[in-house]
């Protein structure tokens, strides 16, 4: 019939089949974006995460590094200051030195000019010593003068120091051997001497202390007479 119209030749694609093609592609495209950023999640947190975790994903974290320990610069050596030397004591006036070296044996010239001036040999002198509230005492005594340089002091004719000496032209200086012995400020004593025009009488003057006879009787310049 005129009125009635035909449908045009050809089947038409039916729409729905399309449609869902897109909803899948969407679909796939939308689980692939989250699938890869909780997979970025994951790694993140593995990384920093403990061991296991690490292992699952395999991952291989290198070694921690220690940090680099900076020692700090040595402090400089303070300066060193000079300890000074503590100051010797003096030597009060009344010391015994008793390391006193004895005087240098008088040279064969010396010796011979003191035999000439008849110093050498043995003098004695006698001295009345008043013990306490006792009866005097006489006391005599002696020195020896040896051309090597020795000699000694008595007492009565008994031995009671040995002794060096030398001579100058103004004093006799006599070192006891004996420590106990009297010794003048350096250890040895000076005596100013003198000996007669006839070389019988020898004078002993202590200057720097007391020598033997003087120390032991209180007495003063002896005056000696040759034996």
């Known amino acids: ?42 790694t993140k947190h593995a990384m920093t995460g403990p061991g296991w975790a690490q292992r699952l994903f395999g991952i291989e974290m290198p070694p921690p590094v220690e940090p680099a320990v900076v020692k700090p610069a040595a402090a400089p050596a303070p300066p060193v200051t000079a300890v000074p030397a503590a100051p010797t004591a003096p030597v009060p006036e009344n010391h015994v030195a008793v390391s006193v070296p004895p005087p240098v044996p008088p040279s064969g010239a010396a010796a011979s000019a003191a035999d000439a001036q008849g110093f050498l040999g043995h003098w004695e002198v006698t001295d009345e010593i008043q013990p306490g509230e ?35 032209p103004d004093f006799l200086t006599v070192v006891y051997d004996n420590e ?37 009787y209180s007495v003063g310049p002896g005056v000696y007479h040759k034996k």
């Open 1 to 42: 019939m005129a009125g009635i119209g035909s449908s045009p030749s050809g089947s038409s694609r039916p729409t729905g089949g399309r449609s869902r093609v897109k909803f899948f592609l969407f679909s796939t495209l939308v689980l692939f974006g989250l699938g890869f950023f909780a997979g970025i999640s994951a």
């Open 134 to 168: 006792g009866a005097p005492t006489k006391i005599t005594s002696g020195y020896v003068f040896n051309a090597d340089g020795t000699g000694e002091f008595d007492t009565n004719g008994k031995k009671m120091y040995g002794l060096h000496w030398k001579t100058s």
């Open 180 to 216: 106990q012995a009297p010794q003048g400020d350096t250890g040895a004593v000076h005596l100013r001497w003198s000996v007669n025009a006839d070389k019988t009488l020898l004078t002993l003057v202590p200057e720097n202390g007391k020598d033997a006879r003087a120390s032991l």
